[in-house]
Each structure stands twice: as C-alpha cells, then as structure tokens.
C-alpha cells in the first residue's frame, strides 16, 4: 500500500525472475541427471557399485545424529523449561553455545586430541604401559561413529530451541490436569507433554537432518562416504558430471521428504497452540542427586560441543602463533568477509522486493513463489554446487561464443570460478534465512499502520520513509547478520566455487585441518567460531527477555525463516 | 452541503459482494453510526472513505468535493480524513507526542505543539505524552488513537469499532469522554459498530445494516429503536420475544393483549415481536393488556434484572414458550411468584410471519 501504483507490476516482475534465478541450480542437476553425455551415463554402474554404500552410510548417520540430537535436546529443553536445579537459568542459553562450532571444526579438534598420536591415548598408554595400539581397544574416531557424535554434538541445539518453544506453549494446564487426576510428573512427561512437542520436536529434528545432508568437512575428514561426499567423488576424481548429479538427484529425494515431514509437522503444530499466554510454569524442584544429574545432562553437551573444543583452538591458536601466519589468515578473514557481506547485502535485497511485493500485490501465485524462493536452505551445498558450476558454465560459453561471433573478441569465463558464483550459491542456499526475517519484522507493520500513515496525510515515499524504515531497521540488520555469519562458516559451495587460489576462513582450516596442520589452522577456526556466537548471543539475549509468564514473544531459533516459512 | 456523502457505492471482493448500492450522508457536526453484524461490509466502507480502498462503482464527496468516482481518485493523504482504526495502528517506534505529531508535519512548529497539546488535554493524557504506545493500557492506546486523528483538523472522522477492544467499565468511561471530544471538534463523524447500546449513545443518526452490504433504515436512535421498518432491523439491537399467529379484523391477539394488525389481512400469518424490556411487571393487573404469569426464574444483570417465564397457552405454536421481561432494578421473586406482565401495544412490532 506503500507504494505507487506504477511500480506494481515491477514488483511482481522482479520476484518472479528472482525465483526463476533460485530454482535454476537445482533444475540444472535433475535435468543432467535425466539427460547424461552418452559416454558420462554410470548410472547402472553407480548403483551396482557404491550407491549402496553411499544410501547405507548416509540413512545410518541420519540415524544416529537423530537419535543423538533428540535425546541431547529434548531431554535438555525438558529439564530447563519444567524443572528448577543449579544453574537452569545459565544453561537455557548455554545449551546454544555449540551452535557457533561448524561441525568440521569440532571433528578436526577431536581427531586431533582423540587419535593414536593425540594426548588421550598417549597418556593412556603412559598409565597403562601399553606399548602398541594392540595392547588395548579405542574407539577411531575418523568413522560413522565419529561423525555422528561430531554432528549430534554440534546439531542438537536445533532441537532444544524448538523442544524448549514446544514445552513454553504447552499450556500449564494440562500437566496440572494430569497431577490432579492423579499422574505422576514423569508420566505427565511421557504422556502428556512429550505427545504435544511432537511437531516441534520434528521440526527442530528435520532441520537437524537438513544439516547433517548439508554436511561436507566432516565426511570428507572422516572419509565417511556419504551422499555429499560422493558427489565430489565421482565430480572431481571421475570427472563425472552426469553421475554426480544423478547422485544429487537421489540426495534430492531426501531432502524432499525431509521437507515435506516438516510441513506435515507444522500443519499438526498450529492446532496445538490453544493459548498463547505463557503461564508462570510451576517447575519442579531436584534436589541433591537428581539435580546434579540434571546439571549433568545439561553440561556435557555444552562442555563436550562448545567449552572443550574452544578451549583447545585456543591454547593452539596461542602456541602456534607466528605473526606471519597471521597476517596470512588476515588476508583470508577478510576474504571471508568480503564474500559474506556481499551475499548478506544481496540476500536482504532480494528478501525485501520478495517481501514486498507478497504484501503489496499479495495473491496465491507471489505467495507460492516465495516459498519456492526460499527452497534453497533445504538443499545441500554439494548438490547446489553441481547447479551452480553447470548453469554459469555453459551461460559463460555461450556469451563467448556470441561475443567472437560479432565482435571477434573472447570473453572467456564471466562468472565461473569467480566471487559471482560464490555470491549467487550463497544467495541461493540462504535466502530463506534473510526472507523470513525480513517478512517476519515487515509482519509486524500491519497494513492499518500504512493507513493512518496515508490519512494522516503522508504519501507513499514519505510512509515508507518515516514508518516502514524505522520499524524494519533491526530485522534487515539481523538478516544480514545471520546470513553473513552462515556465509563466513560455508565450506563445500566455497570449496568448488571458488575463484582459483582464492583462500577464505573455512577453506583454509579445512585444507590445513585435513593436512594434519590443525596448530596452524587454530586461529582461523576460532575466527570461525567467534563470528558464529553473534547469532548464538541475539538467541540467548531473545530467551533471556522471554521468560516464560512475562507473556512475550518465544525466541525462535537462528532458522525462524525456515520455521515461519512453512508455517503458512 | 459540507460533509460526507457516499452515493450508488458497490464493492466486491473476487465474487464476494460486500456493498451493494449504499448510499447515505454525514452531514457537518453529526455522528452517524451504522450498526450491523460483522462482515456486512462497514469496515469496507470506511477504507472506501479515506481512498485506502480502490473504489469500484459509485462515488464519494468530502465537502462538496469528489474524492472518488467520476474519474476521479484523490489519493488517501490528500483527503484530509481521520481515521480511528479497530487495532488502533498506532506506531510503535514513536511515542505518544510522535504518535500525534506525525499528522501535524505540515504545520508550523509551535502551531504542531500548541495543537498536540490541546488534543492531549482534551483525551486526559498530559501525563503520558511522552510514553510509548506498548507501555499503556488499551483505554489509554485508544485515546491517542482518536487524539491523533482529530489532531490535524480533518474534515472528517470515521471511527471503526473505536470500543470493542475496550473492558465494559473502561468502554462506558471512554465513549462519553471519545463523545465529548468529537462534538467540541463539530467535525463529521461516521462510525462503525455492532454494539446497539453504543450506537444509540453515541449517533445523531443510526443507520441499520443488512448482511447485503446495504442501509435498511435510517433514522434518530429513537425512531429506528422504536419503529423498526422490519424483523432484521428489531433484532439489530438485540434478542426479542417472539409470538407467531394470524391477524384478525385488523388486530392481531397475543397471550398479553391486542396489538393492531398494521395493513396486514385477515388470516395472515404475522409475527409479533416484543423487547424484553417493553414488558412492564407488576403485582396488580394494570389494564386491560395484562396477564398474569408465574415466574419461572430471574437473574440480576446489576442495574436491572431478566425475568422470564412461560407461557401454556391455547395460541397455536406457543406451547410452553420461554419469555424474557427485562426490568429496572433487583426483582427477587420467591419461587412460583405470580406477578402481572404488561404491554403498551405500541410497543409490539408487527411483521409478515414466515
């Protein structure tokens, strides 16, 4: 309403290429799996060879990070939310802090301290006066195992915050029912309010999975032959363009019914908020050995994800430092930041004719766009990869081809390997991120509020100017927040997109990291880690003002674009 | 003549018809409030006043001027109106002071001051001038919500549901002081409700409406209260007493008297329709329209009380009807009290029966 009447039609023009632009990559990878190069078609081959191992390996860690984060994060939301121990109030934020730790990191500094060669077994092997690694039986930790604890470590935070939202909304009134009638608050638990978490619980859970489909430093470190990582596989070392993407084809489909049990969940999530005041929960008291088991359930996950690992990168970062090197990661900090800046200034752009161009025209045909848009945040970084190297590659060639066709001159690769493609992988997989936060402050801008702007005698411009800007300044800064510190922590898009010796934060410690170099990568991965903590803080900062029963608004968790985006 | 006149006005939503050829005036200094039930299109008609809605047929004048129709279209900052809306949109980034100034920004500076501190005075929020909107209470949202729209002098109010958000002991305190501030101001007022008792407290005019999105009378409260032109506009201001039987020699008979029949014929089927409070109780017949009952129950509503009773009665259909008397003050019966109901014969609307 805003907005004069002529730029209507621009609006909507510019959202529906905007879409068009988002949906490309990942049409790109289905349409070269349908159609591969006569010579490239393994398909039979991959399935007879390692399409198994790759299915088997990466349902199995789905599996156990799934099972690891909803013990980890329903247990936890359950005992900060119902119950009152030492520390509750500390560990209600404290339990997010992992969610700054990329889970490559954690993996580099665990195989680290972890392997035969590491401080853990050297000191067992001094007590025990083990002489070989046949004397005694240890865990490896660069196996499926391994990385299912990396991720669980670093992933469960996902399903706390929405566990936490879910058990936050539970009215009071029906555990109080339960009591009265006669249960005891364990089955109260088991029976009453763990069945209406569900759909929060599968929420946090789906996104969880989305990130474990997403990963690629860990994998690759681990050398857990995964979907991700057989893309890259049969890509770089087989030089198998039609095959990787028949692989992220496959890897589609389970992205694609990640995404659709999430929506399922949402649906069943909205009949379940009855009230929307937060009673002062009654919270149960743990005294003694109970509530020092309660602080120990709480506590490892934060020590073992957050704590330990940072503490190691910094005694590292300290031992190794040499002003040199600093320098040196200098120049690659601010590669990484140039990147995301770029990405998050871009992604907030996009978000704001998207958003705006919903509520002006509004209509089923922008909404759906819109959603269609924001589909990226669910697809992994190698499949987008794939799209993105194989949609700029032939654009550049036929610019090319058409520039020496009329000017006689070659233009050479415009996009390709260059920080373009970086931006626009980035824009695409996390555009979700800018458009929910940009639509879910520009929601709080009811259109009445445009109206008395208007007949209070202001035109559009000076609405847009004197109501619109000032209320959405903190959203477009969170926005461009969460996606730059998203950018900054990126590692496969990075790793393939990438102008050509072209260094940022995550390639670096991935490449010194995999090198056994992880002294020397310390500072960078702090540097890493530090950036994320920015969103881990506004969280913290969110909950620590929603107390429950001051009837305000639940924090919702770094992924509330992902959240709010299908719950309409 | 100055004023708001809309004319011929039709607007649908998709197939949805909302407003279907209403037509009606707000002259200078009067408040005209129209009363119907939610979704018959009164929000619609005030967005079609202010030009926040485009408008499809018909056509609007603000004082002599058109502002819609004909070719015309003045956009909603060039009108000149001020609108109270039902959430009240005031702006949270600003605060009370900000709130109210921001109509005034073409004024001068000591002019904007003078006049933001007139209205506050006028709504009784001096001390709050500098607070933001989250941080008072809904009488109080309200308030700056209509001092902020009169603050600029426009030439027109239109008010949408300016109560329903309200607790009943603040709505009653607030319509008189909203009342008063809109007569000192003189300026025309047209506003929407469902609510009967604050329409008839607070209009000039009533205008009662349909579901079809049209006025079906138009009136003085008394005359619209008490000459309903038909059952739809009775039952506007709330639930009645109904009796359905025939007309006979140009009465109609009912279990409390004879009513006359209007232009209806012998043998028509008619509906009679009572106000439970145009009943009178009394212990002694009073007339010969009275009848004695025995009371079935009664609740104290605080400054009157529901009676009601039933009636066995030899007219057809009204076995054992339930019928509800509203009277001022506490009745307390005891149990199986007979008392007397009457009824002033004018006092029942008479109306085709189905």
């Known amino acids: 309403m805003a907005v004069p009447e002529g730029l209507k039609d621009g609006w909507t023009i510019s959202t529906a290429i905007i879409c068009a632009l988002a949906v490309t990559p990942v049409a790109a990878v289905v349409y070269l799996a349908l159609t591969p190069e006569p010579g490239d078609d393994i398909w039979s081959h991959l399935v007879s060879t390692v399409l198994p191992d790759y299915i088997i390996t990466t349902v199995g860690l789905m599996i156990g990070v799934g099972i690891g984060t909803v013990l980890i994060g329903v247990s936890a939301a359950w005992l900060v939310t119902m119950c009152r121990f030492p520390g509750r109030r500390i560990f209600e934020w404290a339990m997010l802090l992992p969610m700054a730790m990329p889970a490559y990191v954690i993996a580099y500094v665990y195989t680290d301290i972890l392997e035969y060669a590491g401080p853990v077994q050297g000191m067992l092997r001094e007590m025990f006066g083990w002489q070989t690694g046949r004397d005694y039986w240890f865990p490896e930790i660069r196996s499926l195992g391994g990385a299912i604890s990396m991720m669980t470590l670093v992933l469960y935070p996902y399903v706390y915050l929405l566990s936490r939202a879910a058990f936050l909304e539970q009215s009071i009134g029906v555990l109080e029912a339960s009591r009265v009638l006669g249960r005891g608050p364990w089955h109260g638990f088991f029976t009453v309010a763990l069945p209406l978490a569900r759909p929060g619980i599968v929420i946090g859970l789906s996104l969880v999975l989305m990130e474990t489909l997403n990963d690629f430093g860990t994998v690759d470190f681990f050398a857990v032959n995964t979907f991700s990582l057989g893309i890259f596989d049969v890509w770089m070392n087989m030089s198998n363009v039609s095959g990787a993407a028949q692989l992220a084809t496959v890897l589609l489909l389970f992205v694609a019914l990640l995404v659709l049990s999430e929506r399922y969940a949402r649906r069943k999530q909205r009949f379940h908020n009855t009230s929307s005041k937060y009673q002062a929960l009654p919270g149960l008291r743990l005294r003694g050995k109970l509530g020092l088991l309660a602080m120990t359930i709480c506590a490892l996950p934060v020590l073992l994800g957050f704590v330990l690992p940072t503490w190691i990168l910094i005694e590292y970062a300290v031992q190794y430092f040499d002003p040199l090197l600093a320098s040196e990661i200098a120049g690659y900090a601010w590669n990484s930041i140039k990147l995301s800046l770029l990405a998050g200034g871009l992604a907030v752009v996009v978000a704001i004719v998207i958003a705006y161009s919903v509520r002006i025209r509004g209509g089923q045909v922008l909404t759906s766009l819109s959603r269609l848009a924001s589909l990226g945040y669910a697809v992994p970084g190698a499949v987008l990869a794939v799209g993105v190297m194989n949609v700029l590659g032939p654009l550049d060639n036929s610019i090319d081809a058409y520039s020496r066709e009329t000017f006689g001159i070659s233009t050479g690769l415009i996009f390709s390997g260059t920080i373009a493609a970086v931006t626009f992988g980035y824009l695409v997989r996390f555009l979700a991120l800018s458009l929910g936060t940009v639509e879910a402050g520009l929601g709080k801008i009811t259109p009445n509020m445009d109206g008395a702007a208007r007949s209070l005698g202001h035109g559009a411009l000076s609405t847009m100017r004197r109501v619109h800007m000032p209320l959405m300044r903190t959203s477009v800064l969170t926005a461009v927040m969460l996606v730059f510190v998203d950018c900054m922590k990126e590692l496969p898009m990075t790793t393939i997109l990438r102008p050509f010796n072209f260094q940022t934060l995550a390639t670096f410690v991935h490449q010194y990291a995999s090198d056994e170099q992880l002294g020397e990568a310390a500072l960078a991965a702090l540097s890493i880690v530090g950036v994320g903590i920015l969103p881990v803080i506004l969280l913290s900062y969110a909950i620590a003002r929603s107390r429950p029963g001051h009837g305000q608004v639940m924090a919702r968790p770094r992924q509330k674009n992902k959240m709010s985006k299908g719950s309409r | ?354």
């Not at chain 2, 409030?33 to 079609?48: E, F, Y």
């Not at chain 2, 007139?118 to 909107?133: C, I, M, S, T």
């Open chain 2, 1 to 354: 003549m100055d004023g708001l006149h809309i004319h011929g006005v039709h607007h649908a939503y998709g197939d949805t018809k909302v407003l279907q050829g209403i037509s009606l005036t707000v002259p200078a200094g009067e408040l005209v409030c129209l009363l119907g039930p939610s979704g018959c299109g009164k929000t619609t008609l005030l967005r079609l006043a202010a030009g926040l809605e485009r408008l499809q047929a018909g056509s609007i004048a603000i004082d002599e001027k058109v502002v819609a129709g004909d070719g015309v279209k003045v956009l909603p900052e060039h009108r000149r109106v001020g609108y109270m809306f039902q959430d009240y949109a005031l702006f949270p980034h600003l605060d009370v002071t900000d709130n109210i100034m921001f109509g005034l920004f073409r004024w001068s500076g000591e002019e904007a001051k003078a006049r933001t501190a007139e209205v506050l005075r006028q709504v009784g929020l001096e001390q709050h001038a500098h607070k933001f909107p989250h941080t008072l209470s809904g009488g109080q949202q309200q308030r700056v919500a209509l001092a902020r729209a009169i603050a600029p002098k426009p030439r027109l109010v239109l008010l949408d549901e300016p109560f329903s958000g309200l607790d009943t002991n603040m709505r009653v305190r607030i319509r008189e002081q909203t009342l008063n501030v809109l007569k000192e101001a003189g300026v025309a007022t047209l506003m929407v409700t469902h609510d009967p008792e604050e329409a008839m407290y607070m209009a000039d005019r009533i205008k009662g409406m349909g579901e079809g999105g049209n006025v079906l009378q138009s009136g003085r409260p008394t005359e619209i209260y008490y000459q309903p032109v038909d059952e739809y506009v009775a039952r506007l201001f709330g639930p009645v007493n109904e009796i359905v039987t025939e007309a006979r020699g140009r009465e109609v008979k009912t279990p409390f008297g004879v009513v006359p029949a209007r232009d209806y014929a012998d043998g028509d089927r008619v509906k009679v329709l009572i106000r439970p409070e145009s009943f009178s109780l009394s212990n002694a017949a009073n007339g010969s329209n009275s009848r004695r009952v025995e009371v079935s129950a009664s609740h104290l509503l605080g400054d009157s009380s529901l009676v009601e009773f039933r009636l066995a009665d030899q007219l057809d259909d009204s076995e054992n009807q339930l019928f509800k008397v509203q009277i001022p003050g506490n009745f307390d019966p005891l149990d199986h009290t007979r008392v007397w109901i009457g009824l002033a014969p004018e006092d029942a609307f008479v109306f085709a029966g189905d």
